[in-house]
């Protein structure tokens, strides 16, 4: 039988995971923004990057609210490494870590939707970016008060992200798997109106550099 705690953290993952596959199916689906299906592949980086600025500014905060703290705190201003750090920069330095570790996992998510799905999926970017700030404000409120009560913060940013990725990993997959396929049958079509195979192409020469 699972615990209290257990069952608020069950529940948690249960509700980010809702919101994942929401934002991923009806981002996708739906196009909110609009955005053209002709897009170039810098102008698709470039709504990624965009939107990457509001994790950013998640990571930016907290370490600005570790940085304050230690300013203002006899016992931690020399630094972790110098000093037995108080309970307040041990929660506040956990905060930091998860929220670095989310926006770089979140950031290499945007980019990877971004260059490998269609343009118009790209409202996934920016709905997936809001969860994550969403996210970030329920784990910072709820992290002191346990597993449970941080447990819908941490998934609606990590099951969004992990969701995206997920998607991005199976499409480039099944682009591979087309793409030998279709140079299989092409090859089997030459052959069968009796072309001859294309010789391997010779070794280009190389320069040899002092």
Known sequence: MLDVKQKGVLRGMLIGTAFALAITVLGSWLNPFSFCPNMSELARLNVAIKNSLLPAI???????????????????????????????????????QNTLEQFAFAVA????????????????V??????????????????????????IGFTLAFYTSAAMLVSVTATVFVQLITANRSLQLAAQSAGALGFPPRPAAAPAATELQC
């Open 58 to 96: 998640c990571l930016a905060i907290a370490i600005g609210r570790l940085a304050k703290h230690r300013f203002f705190s006899p016992e931690d201003i020399d630094g972790g490494d110098l000093t037995e750090a108080t309970e307040q920069a041990k929660l506040l330095q956990s905060l930091l």
């Open 109 to 124: 998510a945007y980019c990877a939707w971004a260059v490998v799905m269609p343009s118009a999926w790209l409202s996934v």
């Open 126 to 151: 920016p709905l997936a970016a809001a969860a994550f700030i969403v996210g970030r404000i329920l784990f910072f409120i709820g992290y002191s008060r346990g597993a449970s009560a941080r447990a």
